[in-house]
């Protein structure tokens, strides 16, 4: 079945710093990926997808990169910002087309941010 | 564009009591979802509708666990009756006929 597997964190960082997260998955067929965060008493919001192998998704000054031969779909920012600090969560669907997808997620990397 | 709306924000209950929960989806998703997150992890699918119609509902633990999508626009989900290991926040979503969901805010549910 589908899996998604992502660093464990609370990664903490300085402001300005860069940030990676990693993220790698087990998937049949061909799915998207997506990057959501989660904030404090918050719901989840969709931080950037891609769809399709060497895609770059980017937001926020967020991006990643669709890795297939790699399996991969790291997280990376430049500059961190202190309101960057978050719960950040991997996530594949299961390439079904219609009707909407379901989501598989990583257990989530809690990114904290100091000045 | 409203997002998805869901209510309560908290519950609390003790164990073998029942709850419910209600999402409004964005308005014109078809596909409606209902997540469970523990605290720790990442959230579970429980099941999944399109218009008023069960998609997935594999990982819904039908013994306590009920759905249901009515004119194919609100759902509840009902826990009836609940345990400890119920506690998490429950979370809704929505689509359109693409594969990217938008979240609701979640009810954190506390089972004593």
């Known amino acids: 079945g589908n899996s998604v597997t992502q660093m464990e964190g609370p990664v903490t960082l300085s402001e300005e710093a860069f940030l990676t997260i990693n993220c790698t998955y087990t998937?049949?067929?061909?799915?998207?990926l997506f990057w959501y965060v989660q904030y404090p008493g918050e719901g989840l919001q969709l931080l950037l997808k891609a769809t399709k192998a060497d895609d770059k998704g980017s937001n926020k000054g967020f991006e990643a990169t669709y890795r297939k031969e790699t399996t991969s779909f790291h997280l990376e920012k430049g500059s961190v910002q202190v309101s960057d600090s978050a719960v950040y969560f991997c996530a594949l669907s299961d390439g079904v087309t219609g009707g909407g997808n379901k989501l598989t997620f990583g257990t989530g990397t809690q990114l904290k941010v100091e000045l | 564009e409203a997002g998805v709306a869901q209510s309560p924000r908290y519950k609390i209950i003790e164990k073998r009591q029942s709850v419910a929960f209600w999402c409004n989806p964005i308005s014109g998703h078809a596909t409606l979802y209902w997540y469970q997150q523990i605290l720790g992890q990442g959230p579970k699918l429980l099941i999944q509708f399109q218009n008023n119609g069960v998609v997935d509902d594999s990982q819904l633990p039908k013994d306590r666990f009920s759905a249901e999508r009515l004119k194919g626009v609100d759902s509840t989900l009902k826990i009836q009756p609940a345990k400890l290991e119920d506690s998490a926040v429950y979370l809704c979503?929505?689509?359109?006929?693409?594969?990217?969901?938008?979240f609701g805010p979640g009810t954190r549910l506390t089972v004593l």
């Open positions: 998937a049949t067929g061909y799915p998207s």
């Open positions: 979503a929505s689509s359109l006929y693409t594969d990217t969901q938008y």
